[in-house]
C-alpha cells in the first residue's frame, strides 16, 4: 500500500469512492473534497495499490476549537491544535481486510506529525464505535452534530 497526499489530479476517483460509501445525505461533495484538498492537503491522505488503484483515504482539516461542532467541520483553520477527520473511507472491494485500520494507523501516525496538532476529533456512527476504539479514540457519547438522518457519537485522541 502507497500512502501520499491527495492532489487536484485524484478529485474525480476520490469523490465517487466518497459517494459510494456514504448515505447521500452525508458524503462531502465533490466541491467539498476539492476544497479540502487544496486547503489542508497535509491533512487529506489516500491508499493506492503499486498499480495506483485507489483503495481508500482519510481526509481532515484543523480548527481552533476543543470539540468537534458544526462550525469546526466547515472551515479549515491552518494554525488550528484540533484535526477534525471528515471521512475514512475504504473501496468495497478490500473492506473487512484490515486495510482500513492500517490506514487509519498511517494517518495518525502522519498527524502527530503536524505542527500544534495536539487532538483528532471525529463522529462515527454507532457500528464503528469498536473500530475507532481499538484505534485508540475515546468515545464521548452522542455528539450534537446532527449530518443526516442517523446520530453520531463524538470520539476524540490526545496524545
Do not use: N
Not at 459517494?19 to 473534497?33: C, I
Amino acid at each position: 500500500m502507497i500512502v501520499r497526499e491527495a492532489r487536484p489530479a485524484d478529485l474525480q476517483r476520490l469523490a465517487a469512492l466518497e459517494a459510494e460509501s456514504y448515505p447521500a445525505d452525508e458524503a462531502a461533495s465533490p466541491a467539498t473534497l476539492a476544497a479540502r484538498i487544496a486547503e489542508a492537503p497535509d491533512c487529506f491522505l489516500l491508499a493506492e495499490d503499486p498499480d495506483g488503484a485507489l483503495l481508500g483515504f482519510v481526509c481532515g482539516t484543523r480548527s481552533a476549537e476543543p470539540e468537534l461542532t458544526e462550525e469546526s467541520m466547515r472551515r479549515h483553520d491552518p494554525a488550528g491544535s484540533s484535526l477534525c477527520v471528515h471521512s475514512v473511507v475504504v473501496a468495497p472491494t478490500h473492506r473487512r481486510a484490515g486495510l482500513g485500520s492500517e490506514l487509519l494507523a498511517r494517518y495518525l501516525e502522519h498527524a502527530w506529525t503536524l505542527a500544534g496538532v495536539e487532538r483528532l476529533l471525529l463522529i462515527a456512527k454507532a457500528h464503528l464505535k469498536g473500530f475507532y476504539e481499538a484505534a485508540g479514540f475515546t468515545c464521548l457519547g452522542l455528539s450534537p452534530v446532527v449530518h443526516g438522518a442517523d446520530p453520531w457519537f463524538a470520539f476524540r485522541l490526545t496524545r
